[in-house]
């Protein structure tokens, strides 16, 4: 029934900027912890960043300083801004939704940086 929907992947060369989003087929309200995954071949799935429902938020390492998160409550749609993106930076960027102990996961949109 949860459906979870990202979108605004594509190709971007390095320095340059995409903002994620995904859209959620309830209210948001609803999910203790929403975040963005990542995962590119020969990894394992990979925080990137996420935030709670009282508003915390954290990022993976790599990307603080350069990307953000945020929500949309009227929208029930989750943002991930990213900046200054570099090629280690390329990967499949999954949305994902935690209510109580059951997570949900959207299909990912592939990011691609390079010249």
């Known amino acids: 029934q949860v459906q979870l929907v990202e979108s605004g992947g594509g190709l971007v060369q390095p320095g340059g900027s995409l903002r994620l989003s995904c859209a959620a087929s309830?209210?948001?309200?609803?999910?203790?912890?929403m975040g963005w995954y990542r995962q590119s071949p020969g990894k394992e799935r990979q925080l990137v960043a996420e935030?709670?429902?009282?508003?915390?938020?954290n990022y993976g390492e790599s990307v603080k300083g350069r990307f953000t998160i945020s929500r949309e409550y009227t929208k029930n749609t989750l943002y991930l801004q990213m900046n200054g993106l570099k090629p280690e930076d390329t990967a499949v960027y999954f949305c994902?939704?935690?209510?109580?102990?059951?997570?949900?996961w959207g299909k990912g949109t592939l990011v691609t940086v390079s010249s």
């Open positions: 994902r939704a935690r209510r109580i102990a059951m997570n949900y």
């Open positions: 309830e209210s948001i309200f609803s999910y203790n912890n």
């Open positions: 935030i709670t429902s009282g508003g915390i938020t």
